[in-house]
């Protein structure tokens, strides 16, 4: 089928370890993608430009897979999906802005296959799971014949479809700061399910003992070119309370100014401007009832 859709994918190379998925992208010059899920493969497939003309599995190597409680980070693997995400006690407890996102995202059977290291790597200004783990402050384990490096996730997606990755180089996991404090995200879509969200924003704050933002990260999907963070809305709430109207009030109000939103087939910039505002709210307003 998808030598029909594209005629130059010819072939599927499915490594034993990371080492040979490794070895297999340096020696495909470019022309080698990597797939795990695979739940956007048929889609982009159609799509115009260059499509690779191999594919690497990755779904086979569970050294990418899985969650890890260190001290003070914890580490998910690049091929963990988004239903091992939901059966995580420790993501629901201490990233549930993660978890939310995950919640939300596609359809039982799209959760069941789709990984966090492809959502991040596929670049959709709407990604569901990029957002958490922007607002949560991830960064990424990234590896290729040459070593390895680490890029916090809100540098990974440079435009739609766009990444800071080289051709021959995977994601490898996320990790994140044991911080604790409250996180949420919330979306807005055409249906409950199984729609690209027209609106998303997630949101992690640490609070004194005042109940006061001491530190807050703000991310919004789907009103910009990719996930972007909002430092204006991160300011406008550092030193209040989450209760406080008028910071509740600024806040949004910064967040329009940081997001750049369009008209298209889902919905018109002047809704996602204004949506941006009442998401942040909402969730604000749920973080503030967590108390």
Not at 88 to 113: H, K, P, T
Not at 217 to 232: I, L, N, W
Request: proline residues 5%; glycine residues 10%; hydrophobic residues 45%.
């Amino acid at each position: 089928m998808l030598d029909e859709m594209s005629g130059v994918i010819d072939e599927v190379l499915r490594p034993a370890d990371l080492a040979q998925a490794l070895a297999l992208l340096a020696e495909g010059g470019g022309r080698r993608r990597p797939i795990a899920g695979g739940t956007d493969l048929l889609v982009q497939a159609k799509e115009p430009g260059a499509p690779p003309r191999g594919l690497v599995d990755l779904w086979g190597l569970d050294e990418l897979r899985g969650i890890t409680a260190e001290p003070d980070r914890i580490v998910v693997g690049a091929n963990t999906t988004m239903t091992e995400v939901l059966a995580s006690e420790l993501l629901r407890a201490e990233a549930r802005c993660l978890w939310d996102g995950c919640y939300e995202a596609g359809s039982v059977q799209i959760r069941n296959r789709a990984t966090l290291g492809g959502n991040a790597a596929n670049a959709s200004p709407a990604a569901d799971s990029v957002l958490g783990l922007i607002a949560l402050g991830a960064e990424a384990r990234i590896a290729s014949v040459r070593g390895e490096r680490r890029l916090p996730v809100e540098e990974l997606a440079t435009a739609p479809r766009r990444t800071a990755l080289a051709p021959d180089e995977l994601i490898l996991a996320f990790s994140f700061p044991r911080a604790g404090g409250r996180s949420a995200f919330a979306r807005l879509g055409q249906r409950r399910a199984q729609a690209i969200s027209k609106v998303s924003c997630a949101i992690h704050a640490q609070l004194d003992d005042q109940g006061c933002v001491q530190a807050a990260r703000v991310a919004f999907g789907a009103v910009a070119p990719r996930v972007v963070r909002s430092p204006g809305a991160e300011a406008a709430l550092r030193g209040h309370s989450l209760t406080d109207p008028s910071a509740r009030a600024a806040a949004a109000v910064a967040a329009r100014a940081d997001t750049a939103p369009i008209d298209d087939l889902r919905s018109t910039r002047a809704y996602r401007s204004e949506m941006v505002g009442v998401l942040l709210t909402r969730l604000l307003v749920r973080l503030a009832g967590e108390a």
